[in-house]
């Protein structure tokens, strides 16, 4: 594949590195001071890749739907509006979001979507995740994917998350999903679902160490999108249809 890279970090660097030594072409590589310069492109990449944060996503969307240029994005913090504009961009072109480039992840969420119809009546459901203490929004976009399995597997249920606790908070809701975020070290990735019920626990735990995996999901996932027409596509999707 021939990439264009949006993101200088940690993932911009891995995927740099990894589809370099896979033999794809990385065509451009732009971050937060020069990606005013997308903007002088033609189409000359198979693939827009963006690892970036969500004020690129002006330039990104004007690039993606003048050129018509796939794109896979995996930047998370977006808010409603934005997540608004990032879907209507495949009027243009193939594009792919997700939080979580992890198949284990998208596996998980799979589950999800199984299990809580049948535990979700007679137990309380908390999400817990930890990152590095460099991570810059919370709670992550992989928990929010996984709250999202939860609540489309049962939309009838009323659920509603809880941000944490403070205070004579009083007792627990049973609609509600709790949602914790620890932040510290170098940890890459942790994520549990927890099922609490009566004299019984059931817990679904995901665990990265290091983010090989999500570069090694994101182009493999670049890689089916290419080939997609024009839409907005899921990781499970592209990955699972």
């Known amino acids: 594949m021939r990439i264009i890279l949006i993101g200088r970090g940690k993932m911009g660097t891995l995927i740099r590195e990894t589809a370099a030594a896979a033999g794809d072409e990385i065509e451009a590589v732009f971050g937060r001071d020069d990606l005013g310069q997308l903007g002088r492109l033609g189409r000359v990449a198979d693939v827009v890749m963006d690892f970036s944060r969500p004020e690129a996503l002006p330039e990104v969307a004007s690039y993606v739907r003048r050129t018509g240029t796939p794109l896979l994005s995996g930047t998370t913090g977006y808010t409603e509006a934005e997540k608004g504009s990032l879907f209507a961009l495949g009027s243009a072109a193939p594009v792919l979001w997700s939080a979580n480039y992890s198949l284990g992840v998208a596996v998980l ?76 070290g170098t940890v890459a990735g942790v994520h549990e679902v927890n099922f609490f019920g009566q004299d019984e626990e059931v817990t679904l735990t995901h665990r990265a160490t290091s983010r090989q995996i999500f570069v090694n999901g994101a182009l493999a996932a670049a890689q089916k999108l290419v080939t997609r027409e024009p839409g907005f596509y899921t990781f499970d999707q592209i990955m699972f249809a």
């Open 109 to 184: 969420a799979r589950a999800l979507q199984v299990i809580a119809p049948v535990l979700g009546p007679d137990f309380d459901i908390e999400i817990t995740e930890t990152h590095h203490s460099q991570k810059a929004d919370a709670p992550s976009g992989t928990a929010k994917l996984l709250l999202d399995a939860v609540v489309e597997a049962e939309p009838e249920a009323g659920y509603h998350p809880v941000y944490g606790r403070e205070g004579m908070c009083g007792a627990r809701d049973p609609k509600e999903i709790g949602m914790h975020s620890l932040r510290g």
